[in-house]
């Protein structure tokens, strides 16, 4: 028998997701499904907001100040985007990623933008700021887009440059 407690970081911060007590030796698979429900919310939640931000950009910048809550009034397609949760922006500090850098997946291509966030060239314009989100909007299911997406120049892909941040 074991206690079981899931926690997931949001925002900086650990919070529990679900905790069991006594839970017998087959405890991960009652766990499991808790958890990909929970990480299937939390990234349906980051491809929302991402696409939030895209469609509200032109919207903030025609319209008059204060109008819309603070934080998404500086979300103009002309103003700077703003840094990404998802560490591409610390790639693009450290200089493993340049920005108008090309990045590929599965015959997908991406442009890196200002603060890490990710220009999907197709015919939508959608732009957004974690390489999962992306990633997963383009499969139709969850996927870890940092082990999907490639650098196009040499083909490495961006868990390997995350990782080589991370040991520096």
Known sequence: M????VVAAT???????RTWQA????WPHEVAMSVLVHMRY???VAFKDAQWATLAGPIAAAL????LPAGLAGESAASPAPRAPDALAELIEAGLVEVGEQLVWNGHTATVR?????HDGGPHEFAVS?????ASSLA???????HLWRRARDDRPLSDLRTALATR
Do not use: F, I, K
Request: negative net charge; glycine residues 18%.
């Open 140 to 146: 139709g299911y969850t996927v870890n887009g940092w």
């Open 64 to 67: 008059p100040p204060g109008l």
């Open 114 to 118: 200002e603060g890490g966030v990710l």
């Open 23 to 26: 839970v017998g030796a087959r």
């Open 42 to 44: 939390l990234a349906d």
């Open 130 to 134: 974690t390489v999962t989100a992306l």
């Open 2 to 5: 074991a206690d079981v407690e």
């Open 11 to 17: 925002q900086g911060e650990w919070s529990t997701v």
